[in-house]
Nanobody, 122 residues
């Protein structure tokens, strides 16, 4: 069992930056691949980014490539999402997830946090 808690969301102007955190507890954090998803009002949850347990590989949705950076600190049991050049269309609830296999993470399965709201004003 893995418990995930997101933080760092808020209100930011277009072009601004935010850093989200996902703190994990429970089973060994470093053995899990992790990811970020987001869900905007009236839309389905969509993949944003993912990172392998070793941080050797990262994956991004086309819509955030070059603007968002996923990282993790296994010593702190925490994953991050640095979001730069934010746009109004990035407004959503952001969720982190974790599973042993990166492929499962990117498919949107595994353990989930409760989400953190990101609002980008124009």
């Amino acid at each position: 069992q893995v418990q995930l808690v997101e933080s760092g969301g808020g209100l930011v102007q277009s072009g601004g930056s935010l850093r989200l955190s996902c703190a994990a507890s429970g089973r060994t954090f470093s053995s899990y691949a992790m990811g970020w998803f987001r869900q905007a009002p009236g839309k389905e949850r969509e993949f944003v980014a993912a990172i392998t347990w070793s941080a050797e590989s990262t994956y991004y949705a086309d819509s955030v490539k070059g603007r968002f950076t996923i990282s993790r600190d296994n010593a702190k049991n925490t994953m991050y999402l640095q979001m730069n050049s934010l746009k109004p269309e990035d407004t959503a609830v952001y969720y982190c997830n974790a599973e042993e296999q990166i492929a499962v993470v990117t498919m949107g399965r595994g353990y989930w946090g409760q989400g953190t709201q990101v609002t980008v004003s124009s």
